[in-house]
């Protein structure tokens, strides 16, 4: 049998070719922004999966060039960028450079942060950074902990088993147990009753009020309907940035509630996280101190690289309800600091050093500086759309959300909904803006996801134009005298 080619593998005698290919990379990379024309070239579908299909992965191109080559053909050429102030459509934000250093360091080194053994001083640097936040939240110092995840998805699930473990250890059956959260939460919480065995209806929706938020009145009602009922509320999971209207549970009436009913309660900050490193929005999170369980999605308000989120505890002692031992891996009569020990996975990427680098280049303020800049240009944005009539806008963003869509007076509910769906796939298919799209109480709305510190006002208005003119030539032609 003959030896393999060993050339490619990441190892001191070949640093110049990891040199070569990771500058040949950064090349290309750096040509292609300086190429673009907007967020995306509109591809559809069909047209990005046929060239893809037609590559033979059984027969290699035994060239690194040409395989870059062939990922900017297939890939880089229509990805969608999200640095581009045209881009308004979902949770994506643009990164910061020392993040994008970190993640070069990450993949080299292939860190994973499953055991002491394997991650050294990464897995104090992880926790380090679990600490920090879990302060910024208000945590008590003797008994916070947590760990990073793969996204707030992830977060929930293991927030929610965490109270399903707390209301179990109680002796409650698994078939009484139920969770509670606004009918506008992520779709991960309804979801997450289902991954635990729990089922679809152990996921109550609670209404919410004008302002969009949970409603605490009903909140109640439906706790006070649980126990009538002899159920368990396992948890209660308040939501701070709903993905649409980047809305923020009121915490405080929800603690209390949970108090009184003795439940679990999780804040899901996936979004709204970022406000922990904002000295000028930070008290919009008053009340998360109060919580069991806090969701922090970085990748998100933090402009970090996906993937980069935490779960934070109040109680590491309820860390146990996620824990498993294997003699090969982190038997239980071991003294290292295993990280696995709280995690749902195992193999887990070294995500916490992008945050470390982040913070020690550039300071959290920084960052809650970021924040703050699209927080205002929403609101702003929010204010202006108000006032034109052909816009029609919905519940103002405590975030960087602004629901809206084009309105024409002389359409029904259900011409003008396809007509703002029909606005939204042109302005992909054109490449010069993408906005994403929503229902608000079954009518059909955009959306603008403002996460960008470099867009302006002006860079937002000029979306608003592109909807207005496609609005315009889309709709139904009608004399002028009649609108």
């Known amino acids: 049998m003959s030896a393999p080619h060993l050339e490619h593998l990441f190892h001191p005698d070949n640093a110049r070719e990891y040199t070569s290919g990771i500058t040949e990379a950064i090349r290309l990379l750096v040509d292609q922004l300086a190429t673009l024309e907007g967020p995306t070239t509109g591809i559809s579908p069909e047209l990005a999966a046929k060239p893809v299909a037609e590559v033979d992965l059984d027969d290699p191109l035994l060239d690194g060039g040409a395989a870059l080559a062939e990922v900017s053909r297939l890939w880089l050429e229509d990805a969608v960028w999200f640095h581009d102030p045209s881009y308004a459509a979902h949770l994506n934000c643009p990164v910061v450079i020392p993040a994008l ?21 990464g897995t104090f640097m992880e926790r380090r950074l679990i600490d920090w936040t879990a302060a910024r939240a208000g945590y008590p110092e003797a008994t916070r902990d947590g760990i990073f995840t ?28 139920r969770f509670l959260t606004s009918e506008d939460s992520h779709f ?28 605490v009145v009903a909140l109640r009602a439906a706790l006070d309907d649980c126990v009538v009922d002899g159920l368990v509320p396992a948890a209660v999971v308040a939501t701070a940035g709903t993905t649409d209207f980047g809305v923020i549970d009121p915490l405080h009436a929800i603690a209390d509630a949970c108090q009184d009913f003795n439940v679990w309660f999780h804040v899901d900050a996936a979004y709204g996280g970022g406000l922990l490193a904002s000295p000028r929005y930070r008290h919009l999170l ?101 006032a034109q009539p052909d816009i029609e806008v919905v519940a103002p963003s405590q975030l960087s959300t602004v629901v809206f869509r084009y309105r024409d007076p002389l ?4 011409a003008l909904g396809d007509l703002n769906r029909r606005i939204r796939a042109e302005m992909w298919s054109g490449g010069r803006g993408v906005v994403a799209a929503t229902k608000v109480d079954g009518r059909q709305f955009l959306k603008l996801t403002l996460l960008n510190p470099k867009a ?18 889309l709709g139904r032609v009608v004399p002028e005298v009649a609108r």
């Open 101 to 121: 250093v970190g993640e070069l360091l990450i993949a080299a080194v292939n860190t994973s942060m499953d055991t002491f053994d394997q991650s050294v001083g």
């Open 150 to 177: 793969s996204g707030g998805s992830q977060s929930n699930l293991q927030a929610l088993l965490l109270a399903r473990g707390e209301a179990e250890r109680r002796g409650v059956p698994l078939d009484r147990l």
């Open 188 to 215: 991960s919480i309804a979801k997450s009753a289902r991954l635990l065995g729990m089922g679809d209806a152990a996921a109550i929706a609670i209404p919410t009020d004008a302002d969009r938020r949970m409603d």
């Open 286 to 386: 008053d009340g998360i101190e109060r919580s069991n369980s806090i969701t922090i999605d970085y990748h998100k308000t933090w402009f970090q690289p996906v993937s980069s989120s935490a779960l934070l505890v109040r109680d590491l002692a309820t860390m146990q309800h996620a824990s498993w031992y294997a003699d090969y891996l982190n038997p239980r009569e071991s003294e290292n600091p295993n990280q696995v020990d709280k995690s749902l996975q195992t193999t887990r990427r070294f995500d916490a050093l992008k945050l470390w680098l982040t913070l020690r280049t550039m300071g959290a303020d920084q960052i809650g500086a970021y924040l703050e800049s699209v927080i205002d240009l929403a609101r702003e944005v929010y204010d202006l759309l108000g």
């Open 411 to 414: 359409l029904d509910e259900e």
């Open 456 to 473: 302006s006002v002006q860079d937002v208005l000029e979306l608003i134009e592109q909807v207005r003119a496609l609005g315009l030539s």
